[in-house]
């Protein structure tokens, strides 16, 4: 049984980020900033409501009869019950022996061509310590993209209005930072496993690394342009965030819509058809929410039991990384044009390069981790360079021109240019098309 050190670097980066933010709003406060305030203590407080709620969901304590463990939630303290609860759960699984015991069947990674059907046994005590792990990483997406993203966008903002670094603000930007850097990866190991649950996944500390470069560049960057820019161009900032988050918000539904599918109804027994509306447009919410700051990985599929897509497509990754670095690029031009005086005694050209090389970065450790350190890169029908290449001559190079337009261009060029002259003979222009015909014919 494997230790559930997710459980417990969650529940740090949740009550540390929390604590933080908690004393830094109290502190706006004293200094007579109610605006930085208010804005402080909702940013870390609407998250908080929303991991609560995500815990007693996965674990069904509405449906059980835990009133104490409910209350402890609407506290505020159900992160660490559930961790107290997965750390008990780990230091008794061999004391007692589980007498309800199923066997799962996964597959190995092929090696040398050759794949292995593994059995294993599974007790009751493992299966709640995987469904406290499962609640854990998805509570972790929901702190970091619904409030440490948020955060750190504001705390920035404050930053560099007031042209000063704070150590209790650095240090609470810092854990904002690792808080999204945490979920993006969580967001990854929850995409591999969901596409291979037949495979036995085993992530090597490699690719763990070179996510969290590939996160962190591409987290840090893409907060640091959306900055920037709403600090010369406050009314637009509105804009481009508005057309980001319901792009992506309405995206799957229109995909659903087009799917002309029934509407799910297999989340959950217990939701009637509005539950199951609510629940599907928290998701797609929260997909939104994802894909503002960084690739989800995960690609949300309404007409998918699962609703989550098992298919691994380059083509929209491809699309996403493009139009995001055409966007930044745009965004970093906007402000370098408008900026104000608050920006004199900073090098802007250079600023401007080290963001774009910094999404660049970003983008050349994922790279890696999907040619080298993917831990099913082997399960690939197509490698992540040969599906960019591919991509890129679809995007940049035109296409053959079909053998009927050169045909056309070809009569064009033979028909006569003086309409004087092919009124004068019938017969002439009828031998021409008689000859275009003929070689019409011989070059089909």
Known sequence: MKFPGSVLVSLVLFL??????????????????????WLTLLCALLPC????????????????????????????????????????????????????????KKWQVPKDGYSEEIEKEVGQAERKLRTHRSAFSRASVIQAFLGSAPQLTLQLYI????????????????????????????????????????????????????IFLWRSFEIATRVTVLV????????WIFLVVMANFFGFYFFPWILFWRSKSPFPENIEKEFSRVGTTIVLCLLTFLYAGINMFCW??????????????????????????????????????????YKTDIYMYVCTPLLFLRLLLSYCMAIFFMLVFYQFCHPCKKLFSSSITEALLSCFKFL?????????????????????????????????VDSQKGNLHQSASSNA
């Open 16 to 37: 540390s980020e929390t604590t933080a933010a908690l004393c830094l709003s109290a502190a706006y406060r004293a200094a007579g900033d109610p605006m930085w305030h």
């Open 49 to 104: 409501v929303l991991v609560q709620l995500s815990l007693v969901f996965i674990h069904r304590d509405v449906t059980r009869d835990r009133p104490l463990v409910l209350l402890l939630h609407l506290l505020q303290l159900g992160p660490l019950v559930r961790c107290v609860e997965a750390f008990y759960i780990y230091y008794h699984a061999g004391r007692i022996e589980d007498p309800y015991v199923s066997i799962t």
């Open 159 to 210: 930053c560099i209005m007031r042209q000063e670094i704070t150590a209790a603000r650095s240090i609470f930007m810092l854990l904002s930072l690792l808080s999204i850097v945490y979920g993006a990866l969580r967001c990854n190991i929850l995409a591999i496993k969901i596409k291979y649950d037949d495979y036995e996944v085993r992530v090597k500390a490699a690719a763990y690394l070179c």
């Open 228 to 235: 920037l820019f709403s600090s010369v161009l406050r009314i």
């Open 296 to 337: 989800s990985a995960v690609q949300v599929e309404l007409n998918d039991p699962d609703l989550i897509s098992k298919s691994q497509n380059w083509y929209q990754m491809t699309m996403y990384y493009t139009l995001r670095f055409v966007e930044n690029a745009f965004l970093l031009l906007m402000w370098y044009l």
């Open 396 to 428: 940049f190079f035109m296409r053959k021109t079909p053998k009927s337009t050169v045909l056309r261009d070809e009569a064009a060029e033979k028909t006569p240019e003086n309409t004087d002259e092919a009124q004068s003979s019938s017969k002439t």
